[in-house]
Structures are given as C-alpha cells and as structure tokens.
C-alpha cells in the first residue's frame, strides 16, 4: 500500500512539476554555451544550410538561428518591432530595406575587418563606419517555360514591353512587391528606367495579363517551371536553380534592363551579442564569403570574384540598371501604398 | 426538558461554515485556472479589441480603423467573398453529410465502419492539403482540370472544393449522432398509418434530425469562414476575410487593420456560436428518455444506392490524399514523372526543414499532454467545487469563450498581448510554451465539453462519500475519477494532439524561427512554390496524425479488455 | 406545536447525541428548512420521513455538513459541529445510488476509508474481512460493484460507511432502488445490523412502510417543517395532524362540526368521540379522521352508538383483506373507506351493492380544526 501511494503521489507530483517546469523551461529557453546570434533574412531557404556551416565552421562559438522570410514579410517584420528590436542582426536583407531602416536608426556603425578590399559601391556611403554593408546582387530575370509557351503559341518575350502583349494575357505571374523583395526592384526599377508616369502605365498593361501575384519571388519561377504558368517574372537565381533540376525552362533578360538589389547586412543597434554580430559581419566580407556567394550569384561585392553561374542569362551583368538605393529607400513606402491600392485585390477572374 | 420540539426562535445563529482542506484546495485550484484563462483568453482578446482602436502609435483613435476599413472596397470585398464562400461551402458540406450520414444510420449497406473511417480522413490533415491537391487535379498542368471545362480552380470554385472535404467529418459526426437519436416508435406510428416514405421523411426524420442539421451548418459556416489554409493556396486573387488577416499581418505587418480584420471576423463566428448554443438548449427536451433506438430494415435497392453514394464520396476523399502522396514523389511535375524521396529533403527547403516536423511532434505531445491535465482538472474542478459561485461561474464562461474564436483572432490576439514589452509573461513569446498555450486554448471548449460529460456521467456522491470516509478529495480524483474516465482523457489526448498537428491558422502568427511548425511549413513551402514539398510535409502529417489515431484506437480497446470487468456495460 | 412521545425503548437512561437547533435552510428565495429544532439520542434509529421536497435530504445532508444550513446550530456528542466541513464530522453515509467505486473491489470499496488512517495492511484486511462477514458477503470481495445485485451493492455500501466505525450512520433513501422483496429483505438486515452495533442511525426514506417497520422514531416532515416527531404506534395512532395521518397509512377525512365537549356532526350523524374533541369550541368546522380499519362491521346493532346503515358501492380484494367504499345516506356524498378482513366478508357476505350496518367507533376517531 505504501509503495502504491508513494507511486500515485510522486506521479502527482510529476504532473504537476511537468506543467510548471515547462512554462519556465521552455519558456526561459535552454542555457546555451555558444552564443545564439539571430539573424534575419531573405535569403533563400536553400542557400541558408550552407551558409550557417560555413560560417559556424570559422566561429564555433556561435550558433546561428535564422528567421527567413520574403524581404517585404521580413522588413515589415523588422518594422513593426522597431521599439523593442528582436534580431541582433539583419543580413541578406535587400540594400534598400537596410536603407530604410538604417534611416530609422536600427543599426550600429561596423566597419568588418577588409571592408576595403570591396567595392565602394556595395558600402554604405552616407556614415562612417557603415551603418550597412553589401554581399551581393540579385537580378530580375524573367522565368519562360518552352513546352508550355510552344503548346499556347506564346513566343519568347525578350522585353519587358513584350510582356504586356495581349497574348499573354493570363501567362504571367509575378511576386506581390508588398511582401516580395523581387517584387519591389522590379517595380522600382521600371519607374527608374522610365520615370513614374510611364512606368505605371506600364505596369497597368502587365497588370491586365497577370494571373495571380504571389507572395514570395521565388513562387513565379517555380510556377512556370512546373507549368502551373508559363511566364514568371522572378530573379536569375531562382530561374538557373529551376533549369538546372531539370524544368524546361528559358531564362530571359529583358533588353530594356534589369532591377536588381545587393543583399547586404547591418548590426541591430540594441544587440545584446555584438561580439558575435561582428564575428558573422567580419566574415561576410571574406574572400571565401565571397567565393560562398558566387556560387549561386553572379555578381558579389568583392572584385574579381565572380565568375559565370551555370545557366544565368550571358549578358545579364550588363543590363543591370542604374539603380538609384536611396531613391528607392525614400519612396518604397509610397510606392507600395500606390501600387496596392492600384492592383492590390485582382477580384475574381473574369470568365474566359 | 421538552424532547423533539420544534419552536420558532427569533436568532437562530447564521452559518459560518468553516473551510476544509479539501476546498481551500479546490478554491486555489479554481483560482490558478482562473488566472490561466484569464492571461490565456481574456487578456489576449482584450488587448486584441483595443488594438483595433489605436492607430500605428498606440494612440486612442476611437473607430477610425474600422471607418477606413469599411471605406477601403478591397477589404469591404472580402466579407461579401467569405459569406458567399461560407454559404456555398456550407450547403454542399451539409447535403452531402446528410446523404452520408443517412446512408450510415439508416441503411443496411455492408462496410459501414469503413466508409465512417474513410470519412474521418480528412480531419488528420491541415486544411492547406487539399488545396494542394486540388492544384494537382484541376491546376492548370492538372491531371483533370478537363472536369473544369475551362474554368479556374484559382478563385471561388477552388476555396469551396477544399472546404467541402476539409468540414466535411465535421459535419458528418454532428448529423450522425442526430439521426441515430430517432425513435424508432415514431416510424412504427408512421407506417401503421400508411405514410409515404417521402412524408415519413419530412415529417419525421427531418424534424428529428432538424437541431442536429442546423448545429452543423452553424458549425462548417465558422470553420469555412474562419479558416485561411484553403483560401491561402488555393484562393487565387480572390480574397475572403481570412487571408486578409494574415496579408495585413504577416504581409505587411499592419497589425491594427489586422485586429479590425480580426473582429470583423469575429461577428459571424460569435453569432453562429451564440445561436448554435441557443439551439442546443432546445434540443435537450426532445430526446425522450423513453426512444426506442431505430433499427434499420434491409432494403436491396435503397442499400445499394445508399452504397453507391458513400462509395462516390469515399473515392473522393481517398483520391485527394492519394493525389497529395503521389505529387509528394514526383520529381517536377509535370516533365519529371520519375518516382523520388527528393522533395521530402525539407532541410533544403522553405519552413524549418525537419526540424518543423519534430517541432510539431513535440508540440503536439505537450499539447495532448499538459492541455489533458489541465482541461481535465479544469472541468474536474467546475464540477465538484462547492460554493464559490461567482468565480466558478467565471471560470466557466472562460472555458466555453475559446470556440467562438477563430484561431486566426487567437494567434493575432496572442501577438498583441504577449510581445508587449511591458508584458512580464513576454519571455514565453517565441517559444514553445506559446504554441502550446495557444492550441490548449485553441482547442479548450470542446475538450472541456468532453470532460464535463464523463464527469456529468459519474456519480455525484462519490465526493460526499469521501469526506464522510475522511479521504482528501485528490486521492479520489486520483483512484477513481481518473480511472474511470480514462476513455474520456484519451479522446481529449487524441483530439488535442491532431488538432496540433494540423492547425495553421493560431500559431501561423506566433511561430518562431526555433519552433517551426510541420503545418506551418506546409504554408510556407507552397507560398515559396515548393508545392511538392508542402504536399510532403501534409503527408507526414497526415501519416503521423493517422498513426497515432490507430495508438489510440489499440490503447482504447486494451482499457476496454482491462477494466470489462468494472465498467458497467 | 407539541408532542409528547414515548421514548425508544422506554425506561432506560437515554442520552442526547444528537442536538438540532432552529436549523433554517434557504436555496435563494426557496426555504428549504424552516427553523427545525430536533434531538436524537444514542443509539436510535431515526426515519425522515415524507414527501419529495419535503426537505428531509436537506435535512440529512445539513446533518452531514454536505450542505451546510443557512442558520441554526447542530450539536453532535456535545461538539458544536454547526460550521464544521463535512470531512470533519464523525458520520457514515449510504446513498441511494450506493455510490460504489465501479473501479476498485469490492474489499478495496469497504477499506477504502481505512488506508487512509495509517492502519497497517494486515489490520485493514481483517477489518474489511470482518465488515463483509458482518454483511454476509464474505465470499464476494474480489468482485466488482458491476458483478453484484442492487442489494448486494448496498450492503458493500453499508459495509463501507462502517468500516471507520462512525458514531453516526446516514443512510439516504437506501432501499428506493430496489424491487419490492429485496427492499423488505435488506430492512430486515439493516434493523439487525443496528441492534447489533448499536450505532445512532438516521434514515431518509418517502416510504411510510419503511419507516413504520424500522424506525425507533419516525420524524415526519413536510414543506421544511417537522410535523410530528413518535413512534411508529403514536405516528399511526394518534397523528397530530390530517397532514400526518394522510400521509401514514390511509385515512378518512369527513367534514363535521363541533356539537358538544364529545361529540360532532358529520352530515346528519351524530358521533360520540370518546378522545373528547381537544377543547375545540361548539360550531366550529372540524375535520374528522378514522383509519379504514377501524371501521366496525361485525356485530353492530342498528341504533347502536355512531352506527349508521351503509352501501358497498365498490369491494377490491386486496390479497390479505378487501377494501370496501361505502356510501351513506345520512353522511350525504361523504365516501368511507373501509378495510374488511378476508374473514368478515365470508362470515357477513359482504357483496358490492349490500347494504350493512357499520360503526365508527368512538375510541378511535380523531378531530382536527379545519384548517
């Protein structure tokens, strides 16, 4: 009998125990040795593996936990928390999020450790040290499924007016600029390329043959290599990544030239681990950083570096715009408003 | 001395009863699930309301943000697109569960527990899946999207297809426990007065099933019109109310329009839930106690044509999860069709990778385990406290609020009030301890319900025996209300640890980038265009839901041989 | 109101165990208990009795401290138990429903107040052997409640409400479960049972039978009063009330009015009432009471005193007697129940539609004001 009791009481008592050690155990999080360093980023889900071992390999002491969303999810994110800052630090972010942050006083000036080998143009020149500094470019590309296009009669689009052709009319899919970083450099860089008037206008044309906007820059391209759509405005990365798995897929530049934005990190100003903030920033300006990027991108911000990724479009380095980050930080919110309200709710399809 | 007198006496001594052991007990007891659904319900809807008041910087703004949302016609949109949605859905969902459900009652066809176990499928998956399958189906690169004769699965049609499997053993439990509550005496008077089959079906099992029918339609209306999962793959550009919420929130982080959305929401499911209560009420008086249960007769024809139709809808059901596997094996559909295990590599992917998946387990196990314990107690409390009315009344109200939330609400309301910096609970925030709250509350009333039956259905005297035999209340509840009601606390197990592997729509908000959930990749995945993977996922998820459903089902009949010998047949 | 009453067991000294006083239960706005004043002594075996709602559970379980009164104080073995919790109280309970715990034995059932009083095992297993002999279920303690009858059951449950040898046993309607012969059966057992352990022994029951065959004294209750506390023979003999005497046995109620210090008239008869008529005065309204059985038939003169000629419009053979109701001109519509015995009717030939000759006998009728 007292053997039973004991068992009951002290199984009980475990009960009990469990629900209040969970709510602070879990709740507290474990006591780690390595320091955990949150990180926030756009970078793509795929890429991400890599770069935590690579990095985790030159710092042991660190472990790195990614939050990773679409650049629009991730700045709105990184917004909304602006009085009480979660991340400690934001890389692989879009060049003109970290713009629009850093205005809003979020990061800390850090110069890494050979920032100088970079080229200047990846490096925030506004403050000393840089409140934000570049990895990288992506670049618009847009994603056309052959078999697809040869069995609707949609020829090859080579420009971006092509696109707005009445017989795409439903073929073309692109990323929401609003949650999408994709997205936003490819709106930004039509109003850059052709001025405000004529680039929404443009973009009331491509609105008409747009199927759906989705929600991240990657889904377009996966769309038309699965066929779902046949075009999809996406980025070079996605696009190559798509043909290389083997999706019948074209990989166009448009010739009028091509958005493109640097992802680029900074440190949050209130980190409670700017040792290990520095550590990652330090060795994303390395060489072998640099030679990580290059694998999947085409152009990085260390001269020299690149060499051509399999299956990016040849000239695409060529086309890449002038692309004006300051602008595009200053007038991304209102561009977004505007955009939104314009063909934020495509209501139901009409029928065919 | 006067002997046995009954006199009137002018001050008889008023009572002051002195507490026991066992009531201070119980009243602290009452008072820590008090305060748990107080931080775990009330708070968190509270701070929800008041958010829809503020404008960006926590300033009082009265009405503004709902005067702009009614001004803005996209949103205004979406209520008409999700009451038409949730009307369609709910018609269709209803008919065909009646049918189903009829032909489960009131037939004698063979394979009965078949088709009802077929028809519970759908309830181990998250809404999203078949939304997946249905673009692999009627898609534009769908298997049949001929079926379609041109029109798009992207928009209305697909939502309501998707929503009509995912609601459908929701309604059909409801409508089966309806019709199996006829009285035989009834259809016996009937055909003794030579009445039509047909106006025996009106007149009698229609009006018999009538609450039962209305409880469900009130029930598949919230699910539709709460629920994102469909809408969010499936949707198209075509917007309901739920996908709003999480494009103002996760989108664009505009958490104040989110909370307006969020209320708004929250109209249609208090009215139906108000009305389904009001409903149930009625219901009580008309299940005589003296019903002789109704046993159908065989019937060739009406059985096979009964079969038929289960059949029809049984295909359906397996044939949209056999479509989620089979694409979860393709290597690109539609070019690749060779046969791979590539796209259960979720490390390489969009949504926590594996991660996500044992997170899920994890948190459904808490999940089953600490919301067992503490709705059970709960209930377990409500009962038996003696006195303490006005609390106990409270903590009652509290446990039935959570069904008339919609997750979405919840998971918002959640953001609000425990990422508040000022909040000392805010060190929960982004951690497991928040998903499991979240879904025990998520999931709270039913379970409740359920425990508050077995309690009902105990002897009321077992606690008076006890004092009287002077044994602490706890080691009665232990010895022998746990035991006896032990079915009972695993159905509330199971229920919890399904429900917490398939929700999207409450944690989608609260999740963070240490606990990943497997539903929530499912999500993910799909918006990355991962479609294939995001049908992965939903298959371990369904497999690992469906496995534990088989545990549940073995471990249910072992107690059942166990304790034969007690339990009262 | 006053009674007076025989004690149980006369003649011997009795002490007081129980002390009730000026109990009050109120349910909201519903008075449940008004103001009961009651004192039970050692080693009785007391019945509530009356109809549903008439507050003798409230009573009970006021006693138990499972619901404690509104106002009033309660005194047990000269403890103020008034506002003690129930766990604190010295008492054994039975229920209707026996409340057995389906899930343990039936010896596990009987001990499972004795684990908890650090009794060493072997001492609780004679303990439990020693309850069940004494219930005559010896055999039966590996079994579970399922396995038993109804009245098996109840005695475990009464095995288990003794078991921590309480000094008051509370047995709440116990036997209205059962079917009729194994009710007369465990009464038998229950009586025995409280001789032999002399236990103080309070019992809720709405069965007159029940309480007549059992009790020592019978409390009767109704509306949340008592209205007569006695013996079985003085509750059936010489109830205080028309309330008391309707409900115990079957009565006859005639209206009449007060003609005299003894006598009364019911419609055009003229009774004698050897009791005298309780110092009512001359004309007013009274109601007066006689038990079927009282009614005479064998060997009453016409003209006799309080004798009167009456028709038996119905004869109902009741197994051990018959019932008869007569009907009488000089009482106008007034109906009579009389119970004749299987003897009577043979030896009188009473037939429906005869016409006889009965008497009320003085002695036994009863006055009460109309009310």
Same mark, same amino acid.
Not at chain 1, 4 to 28: D, M, N, P, T, Y
Not at chain 2, 3 to 31: F, N, Y
Not at chain 2, 513 to 526: E, F, G, H, P, R
Not at chain 3, 218 to 246: A, F, K, L, W
């Given at each position: 009998?007292?053997?039973?009791?004991?068992?009951?009481?002290?199984?009980?008592?475990?009960?009990?125990?469990?629900?209040? &050690?969970?709510?602070?155990?879990?709740?507290?999080?474990?006591?780690?040795?390595?320091?955990?360093?949150?990180?926030?980023?756009?970078?793509?889900?795929?890429?991400?593996?890599?770069?935590?071992?690579?990095?985790?390999?030159?710092?042991?002491?660190?472990?790195?936990?990614?939050?990773?969303?679409?650049?629009?999810?991730?700045?709105?994110?990184?917004?909304?928390?602006?009085?009480?800052?979660?991340?400690?630090?934001?890389?692989?972010?879009?060049?003109?999020?970290?713009?629009?942050?850093?205005?809003?006083?979020?990061?800390?000036?850090?110069?890494?450790?050979?920032?100088?080998?970079?080229?200047?143009?990846?490096?925030?020149?506004?403050?000393?040290?840089?409140?934000?500094?570049?990895?990288?470019?992506?670049?618009?590309?847009?994603?056309?499924?052959?078999?697809?296009?040869?069995?609707?009669?949609?020829?090859?689009?080579?420009?971006?007016?092509?696109?707005?052709?009445?017989?795409?009319?439903?073929?073309?899919?692109?990323?929401?600029?609003?949650?999408?970083?994709?997205?936003?450099?490819?709106?930004?860089?039509?109003?850059?390329?052709?001025?405000?008037?004529?680039?929404?206008?443009?973009?009331?044309?491509?609105?008409?043959?747009?199927?759906?906007?989705?929600?991240?820059?990657?889904?377009?391209?996966?769309?038309?290599?699965?066929?779902?759509?046949?075009?999809?405005?996406?980025?070079?990365?996605?696009?190559?990544?798509?043909?290389?798995?083997?999706?019948? &897929?074209?990989?166009?530049?448009?010739?009028?030239?091509?958005?493109?934005?640097?992802?680029?990190?900074?440190?949050?100003?209130?980190?409670?681990?700017?040792?290990?903030?520095?550590?990652?920033?330090?060795?994303?300006?390395?060489?072998?950083?640099?030679?990580?990027?290059?694998?999947?991108?085409?152009?990085?911000?260390?001269?020299?570096?690149?060499?051509?990724?399999?299956?990016?479009?040849?000239?695409?380095?060529?086309?890449?715009?002038?692309?004006?980050?300051?602008?595009?930080?200053?007038?991304?919110?209102?561009?977004?408003?505007?955009?939104?309200?314009?063909?934020?709710?495509?209501?139901?399809?009409?029928?065919? | 001395?006067?002997?046995?007198?009954?006199?009137?006496?002018?001050?008889?001594?008023?009572?002051?009863?002195?507490?026991?052991?066992?009531?201070?007990?119980?009243?602290?007891?009452?008072?820590?699930?008090?305060?748990?659904?107080?931080?775990?319900?009330?708070?968190?809807?509270?701070?929800?309301?008041?958010?829809?008041?503020?404008?960006?910087?926590?300033?009082?703004?009265?009405?503004?943000?709902?005067?702009?949302?009614?001004?803005?016609?996209?949103?205004?949109?979406?209520?008409?697109?999700?009451?038409?949605?949730?009307?369609?859905?709910?018609?269709?969902?209803?008919?065909?569960?009646?049918?189903?459900?009829?032909?489960?009652?009131?037939?004698?066809?063979?394979?009965?527990?078949?088709?009802?176990?077929?028809?519970?499928?759908?309830?181990?998956?998250?809404?999203?899946?078949?939304?997946?399958?249905?673009?692999?189906?009627?898609?534009?690169?769908?298997?049949?999207?001929?079926?379609?004769?041109?029109?798009?699965?992207?928009?209305?049609?697909?939502?309501?297809?998707?929503?009509?499997?995912?609601?459908?053993?929701?309604?059909?439990?409801?409508?089966?426990?309806?019709?199996?509550?006829?009285?035989?005496?009834?259809?016996?008077?009937?055909?003794?007065?030579?009445?039509?089959?047909?106006?025996?079906?009106?007149?009698?099992?229609?009006?018999?099933?009538?609450?039962?029918?209305?409880?469900?339609?009130?029930?598949?209306?919230?699910?539709?019109?709460?629920?994102?999962?469909?809408?969010?793959?499936?949707?198209?550009?075509?917007?309901?109310?739920?996908?709003?919420?999480?494009?103002?929130?996760?989108?664009?982080?505009?958490?104040?329009?989110?909370?307006?959305?969020?209320?708004?929401?929250?109209?249609?499911?208090?009215?139906?839930?108000?009305?389904?209560?009001?409903?149930?009420?009625?219901?009580?008086?008309?299940?005589?106690?003296?019903?002789?249960?109704?046993?159908?007769?065989?019937?060739?024809?009406?059985?096979?044509?009964?079969?038929?139709?289960?059949?029809?809808?049984?295909?359906?059901?397996?044939?949209?999860?056999?479509?989620?596997?089979?694409?979860?094996?393709?290597?690109?559909?539609?070019?690749?069709?060779?046969?791979?295990?590539?796209?259960?590599?979720?490390?390489?992917?969009?949504?926590?990778?594996?991660?996500?998946?044992?997170?899920?387990?994890?948190?459904?196990?808490?999940?089953?385990?600490?919301?067992?314990?503490?709705?059970?107690?709960?209930?377990?409390?409500?009962?038996?406290?003696?006195?303490?009315?006005?609390?106990?009344?409270?903590?009652?109200?509290?446990?039935?609020?959570?069904?008339?939330?919609?997750?979405?609400?919840?998971?918002?309301?959640?953001?609000?009030?425990?990422?508040?910096?000022?909040?000392?609970?805010?060190?929960?925030?982004?951690?497991?301890?928040?998903?499991?709250?979240?879904?025990?509350?998520?999931?709270?009333?039913?379970?409740?319900?359920?425990?508050?039956?077995?309690?009902?259905?105990?002897?009321?005297?077992?606690?008076?025996?006890?004092?009287?035999?002077?044994?602490?209340?706890?080691?009665?509840?232990?010895?022998?209300?746990?035991?006896?009601?032990?079915?009972?606390?695993?159905?509330?197990?199971?229920?919890?640890?399904?429900?917490?592997?398939?929700?999207?729509?409450?944690?989608?908000?609260?999740?963070?980038?240490?606990?990943?959930?497997?539903?929530?990749?499912?999500?993910?995945?799909?918006?990355?265009?991962?479609?294939?993977?995001?049908?992965?996922?939903?298959?371990?998820?369904?497999?690992?839901?469906?496995?534990?459903?088989?545990?549940?089902?073995?471990?249910?009949?072992?107690?059942?041989?166990?304790?034969?010998?007690?339990?009262?047949? | 109101?006053?009674?007076?009453?025989?004690?149980?067991?006369?003649?011997?000294?009795?002490?007081?165990?129980?002390?009730?006083?000026?109990?009050?239960?109120?349910?909201?706005?519903?008075?449940?208990?008004?103001?009961?004043?009651?004192?039970?002594?050692?080693?009785?075996?007391?019945?509530?009795?009356?109809?549903?709602?008439?507050?003798?559970?409230?009573?009970?379980?006021?006693?138990?401290?499972?619901?404690?009164?509104?106002?009033?104080?309660?005194?047990?073995?000269?403890?103020?138990?008034?506002?003690?919790?129930?766990?604190?109280?010295?008492?054994?309970?039975?229920?209707?429903?026996?409340?057995?715990?389906?899930?343990?034995?039936?010896?596990?059932?009987?001990?499972?107040?004795?684990?908890?009083?650090?009794?060493?095992?072997?001492?609780?297993?004679?303990?439990?052997?020693?309850?069940?002999?004494?219930?005559?279920?010896?055999?039966?303690?590996?079994?579970?409640?399922?396995?038993?009858?109804?009245?098996?059951?109840?005695?475990?449950?009464?095995?288990?409400?003794?078991?921590?040898?309480?000094?008051?046993?509370?047995?709440?309607?116990?036997?209205?479960?059962?079917?009729?012969?194994?009710?007369?059966?465990?009464?038998?057992?229950?009586?025995?049972?409280?001789?032999?352990?002399?236990?103080?022994?309070?019992?809720?029951?709405?069965?007159?039978?029940?309480?007549?065959?059992?009790?020592?004294?019978?409390?009767?209750?109704?509306?949340?009063?008592?209205?007569?506390?006695?013996?079985?023979?003085?509750?059936?003999?010489?109830?205080?009330?028309?309330?008391?005497?309707?409900?115990?046995?079957?009565?006859?109620?005639?209206?009449?009015?007060?003609?005299?210090?003894?006598?009364?008239?019911?419609?055009?008869?003229?009774?004698?009432?050897?009791?005298?008529?309780?110092?009512?005065?001359?004309?007013?309204?009274?109601?007066?009471?006689?038990?079927?059985?009282?009614?005479?038939?064998?060997?009453?003169?016409?003209?006799?005193?309080?004798?009167?000629?009456?028709?038996?419009?119905?004869?109902?053979?009741?197994?051990?007697?018959?019932?008869?109701?007569?009907?009488?001109?000089?009482?106008?519509?007034?109906?009579?129940?009389?119970?004749?015995?299987?003897?009577?009717?043979?030896?009188?030939?009473?037939?429906?539609?005869?016409?006889?000759?009965?008497?009320?006998?003085?002695?036994?009728?009863?006055?009460?004001?109309?009310?």
């Amino acid at each position: 009998m007292r053997v039973r009791e004991l068992c009951q009481k002290s199984a009980l008592f475990v009960a009990a125990a469990a629900v209040g &050690l969970f709510a602070l155990g879990l709740g507290g999080g474990a006591a780690l040795a390595k320091t955990q360093l949150l990180v926030y980023t756009a970078i793509e889900a795929d890429e991400l593996a890599m770069f935590k071992r690579e990095f985790e390999k030159d710092y042991p002491d660190v472990n790195v936990k990614w939050v990773r969303d679409s650049t629009g999810i991730v700045t709105a994110k990184l917004l909304a928390e602006k009085n009480n800052p979660k991340a400690d630090i934001v890389w692989g972010l879009a060049a003109t999020s970290l713009v629009m942050l850093a205005n809003e006083g979020y990061f800390q000036g850090y110069a890494p450790k050979g920032l100088d080998k970079l080229d200047p143009a990846y490096v925030d020149s506004q403050n000393n040290p840089p409140l934000w500094v570049g990895q990288r470019a992506w670049i618009a590309s847009v994603c056309y499924n052959t078999v697809e296009g040869k069995k609707k009669g949609l020829p090859l689009p080579t420009s971006w007016q092509d696109l707005t052709k009445a017989v795409y009319k439903g073929h073309v899919v692109m990323p929401n600029p609003n949650s999408s970083g994709t997205g936003f450099l490819d709106v930004s860089s039509w109003l850059q390329l052709w001025g405000e008037e004529k680039g929404w206008k443009f973009m009331d044309g491509l609105h008409k043959n747009i199927a759906w906007y989705t929600h991240s820059g990657s889904k377009p391209c996966k769309q038309a290599a699965s066929g779902e759509i046949p075009i999809g405005i996406s980025f070079a990365y996605r696009g190559a990544k798509s043909k290389n798995k083997g999706a019948p &897929l074209e990989i166009v530049a448009p010739k009028e030239g091509l958005g493109w934005d640097i992802e680029a990190f900074g440190i949050v100003r209130n980190t409670k681990n700017l040792a290990a903030a520095r550590n990652l920033a330090d060795w994303s300006v390395t060489l072998k950083a640099n030679k990580i990027y290059n694998k999947e991108y085409a152009v990085v911000a260390m001269p020299g570096v690149a060499k051509p990724v399999k299956n990016f479009p040849k000239d695409i380095t060529k086309k890449m715009i002038k692309n004006d980050f300051a602008w595009a930080a200053a007038n991304r919110m209102r561009i977004l408003k505007k955009w939104q309200s314009r063909y934020g709710a495509k209501s139901l399809p009409k029928k065919k | 001395m006067t002997e046995g007198v009954t006199t009137l006496s002018a001050a008889a001594p008023l009572a002051r009863p002195i507490l026991s052991r066992d009531d201070w007990i119980m009243r602290w007891g009452m008072l820590v699930l008090g305060v748990w659904l107080s931080v775990a319900v009330v708070l968190p809807l509270y701070t929800l309301l008041s958010k829809g008041l503020e404008d960006h910087a926590g300033r009082f703004v009265g009405l503004a943000n709902f005067a702009e949302f009614f001004a803005t016609p996209v949103l205004f949109n979406s209520i008409y697109n999700s009451l038409t949605i949730a009307i369609i859905s709910t018609v269709i969902t209803i008919t065909l569960a009646f049918v189903y459900a009829y032909a489960l009652t009131r037939s004698c066809m063979p394979g009965k527990g078949i088709f009802k176990g077929i028809a519970m499928v759908p309830i181990l998956a998250p809404s999203l899946l078949p939304a997946i399958s249905l673009v692999y189906l009627f898609g534009n690169q769908g298997m049949i999207k001929g079926v379609l004769m041109g029109e798009t699965i992207y928009g209305p049609i697909g939502i309501v297809m998707g929503e009509v499997f995912w609601t459908f053993p929701h309604a059909l439990i409801i409508i089966i426990t309806a019709l199996s509550m006829a009285d035989a005496r009834l259809y016996e008077a009937a055909e003794s007065l030579g009445t039509s089959k047909l106006r025996t079906f009106f007149t009698v099992t229609l009006p018999g099933a009538r609450y039962g029918v209305i409880s469900a339609c009130f029930v598949v209306f919230t699910l539709v019109i709460t629920d994102f999962g469909v809408p969010k793959v499936i949707g198209g550009q075509y917007n309901v109310l739920a996908t709003d919420v999480y494009k103002q929130v996760i989108g664009q982080q505009n958490f104040q329009m989110g909370a307006v959305v969020g209320m708004v929401l929250l109209v249609p499911a208090v009215l139906a839930f108000i009305a389904d209560r009001i409903i149930q009420r009625k219901q009580v008086a008309l299940i005589s106690a003296r019903a002789v249960p109704y046993h159908p007769k065989p019937k060739t024809r009406f059985d096979m044509a009964m079969m038929g139709f289960c059949c029809v809808v049984g295909f359906m059901i397996l044939g949209i999860i056999a479509v989620d596997a089979f694409a979860s094996f393709i290597q690109l559909w539609p070019y690749n069709l060779t046969l791979t295990l590539y796209n259960y590599d979720f490390d390489l992917r969009d949504g926590g990778g594996w991660a996500s998946y044992r997170n899920s387990i994890v948190m459904a196990s808490y999940t089953a385990v600490i919301g067992t314990v503490i709705i059970f107690a709960g209930a377990y409390l409500v009962e038996k406290i003696r006195g303490f009315t006005v609390i106990r009344s409270l903590v009652q109200f509290m446990c039935i609020i959570p069904l008339a939330v919609p997750g979405l609400v919840l998971g918002l309301a959640y953001i609000f009030f425990f990422n508040h910096p000022d909040n000392p609970l805010e060190f929960v925030y982004g951690t497991m301890a928040i998903l499991v709250i979240c879904t025990v509350t998520h999931f709270y009333t039913v379970s409740h319900l359920t425990a508050t039956t077995a309690l009902k259905q105990m002897d009321p005297e077992f606690e008076a025996v006890s004092m009287s035999l002077k044994v602490p209340f706890y080691k009665t509840f232990w010895r022998v209300t746990v035991p006896v009601c032990v079915p009972a606390i695993l159905d509330i197990s199971i229920y919890l640890f399904v429900n917490a592997m398939t929700t999207v729509s409450a944690v989608v908000f609260i999740y963070s980038a240490d606990t990943t959930l497997a539903s929530v990749a499912v999500l993910n995945m799909d918006d990355a265009g991962e479609v294939a993977s995001a049908a992965a996922m939903g298959m371990m998820i369904v497999c690992t839901s469906a496995g534990v459903r088989v545990l549940h089902a073995l471990l249910t009949r072992g107690i059942a041989r166990a304790s034969q010998a007690w339990r009262v047949r | 109101m006053v009674t007076q009453e025989t004690p149980a067991g006369s003649g011997n000294q009795r002490t007081r165990y129980l002390k009730i006083e000026n109990i009050t239960k109120k349910f909201g706005d519903f008075v449940a208990l008004q103001d009961i004043s009651l004192d039970i002594y050692k080693g009785e075996f007391i019945c509530f009795l009356g109809p549903s709602g008439c507050g003798k559970t409230t009573l009970l379980r006021a006693i138990a401290g499972l619901d404690i009164q509104t106002s009033g104080r309660i005194e047990q073995g000269g403890k103020d138990i008034s506002n003690l919790p129930a766990a604190e109280r010295n008492f054994g309970i039975v229920f209707q429903s026996y409340a057995l715990f389906p899930n343990l034995t039936v010896s596990k059932n009987v001990g499972y107040g004795l684990v908890n009083r650090r009794m060493g095992k072997a001492a609780i297993g004679e303990r439990v052997a020693e309850l069940l002999d004494l219930v005559g279920l010896s055999d039966q303690g590996s079994k579970y409640p399922a396995q038993l009858s109804g009245g098996e059951q109840q005695r475990v449950a009464l095995a288990r409400a003794l078991a921590t040898s309480p000094g008051l046993l509370l047995l709440d309607e116990p036997l209205s479960a059962l079917d009729a012969k194994v009710r007369v059966f465990l009464r038998q057992e229950i009586k025995a049972l409280h001789r032999r352990l002399g236990v103080t022994t309070i019992m809720v029951t709405h069965d007159q039978e029940e309480a007549l065959t059992m009790a020592d004294r019978i409390v009767v209750m109704n509306q949340g009063t008592i209205e007569q506390v006695g013996t079985p023979i003085e509750i059936y003999r010489n109830p205080m009330n028309r309330c008391v005497g309707d409900f115990v046995g079957i009565m006859n109620c005639l209206s009449g009015v007060v003609t005299g210090a003894a006598s009364v008239r019911v419609g055009a008869m003229e009774f004698d009432c050897a009791n005298g008529v309780g110092g009512l005065t001359e004309g007013q309204a009274v109601t007066v009471c006689l038990r079927p059985e009282e009614i005479a038939v064998r060997g009453v003169a016409s003209g006799g005193a309080n004798s009167f000629e009456a028709r038996i419009s119905r004869l109902e053979f009741l197994g051990s007697f018959y019932r008869a109701t007569l009907e009488a001109e000089r009482l106008g519509d007034m109906k009579i129940t009389a119970d004749f015995s299987i003897n009577e009717v043979r030896d009188l030939t009473l037939d429906e539609g005869a016409t006889i000759q009965i008497a009320l006998p003085g002695e036994h009728i009863r006055i009460f004001a109309e009310a």
